[in-house]
């Protein structure tokens, strides 16, 4: 079909050795070569796979392995982008609270503290009717019990007296 001639040729003369001469090359026998020679089937001390299909296994056990590394590593990066957007919106969310917790506090009335009236005539008493309980004579905090009494008729006439205009 084309201008060549689909003859074989002859080797280049030159090029090819000749029967005479050596060529140079090298075999290296090793004990597994030894072995395999004499029969036996298995090779002692092989690392590799002894099969196709446990090479087959092999492979398909390193690749799932490698997909759960890589599947683990998205898994972490994600976490941490996510763990990023979640600190960010806390913070945003942190300082409205902290806005709200300020305007509440700043609207809510609290009157000033004032002291207690009758106070230490109350605490005068609870201490004598606990000494007084375990010795069984609760009689005698009556003096405390009429302090306390006039105490708290004195308060409160001093407050309806205070509310009259």
Same mark, same amino acid.
């Given at each position: ?45 092989? @690392?590799?796979?002894?099969? &196709?299909?446990?090479? *087959?296994? +092999?492979?398909?056990? =390193? ?6 590394? !890589? ?48 106070? @230490?005539?109350?605490?005068? &008493?609870?201490?004598? *009717?606990? +000494?007084?309980?375990? =010795? ?6 009556? !003096? ?22």
């Amino acid at each position: 079909m084309g201008s060549r001639q689909s003859k074989v040729s002859e080797p280049d003369r030159k090029t090819a050795p000749k029967k005479n001469e050596s060529s140079e090359a090298s075999l290296i026998i090793t004990p597994e070569l030894l072995q395999q020679l004499k029969g036996k089937k298995e090779v002692p001390n092989a @690392q590799g796979p002894r099969t &196709l299909q446990e090479a *087959y296994d +092999k492979g398909v056990h =390193d690749a799932v392995a490698h997909m759960k590394k !890589e599947e683990a590593s998205r898994q972490s990066e994600k976490a941490a982008a996510w763990s990023a957007v979640l600190e960010k919106d806390e913070e945003g969310t942190r300082q409205r609270v902290m806005t709200m917790v300020q305007d509440l506090n700043a609207r809510v009335y609290r009157p000033p503290a004032r002291s207690i009236k009758c106070f @230490q005539a109350q605490e005068a &008493l609870l201490t004598c *009717y606990t +000494k007084e309980l375990k =010795d069984g004579d609760v009689l005698k905090c009556s !003096e405390l019990v009429s302090a306390l009494e006039d105490c708290a008729k004195n308060t409160l006439t001093e407050l309806v007296k205070r509310q009259q205009p």
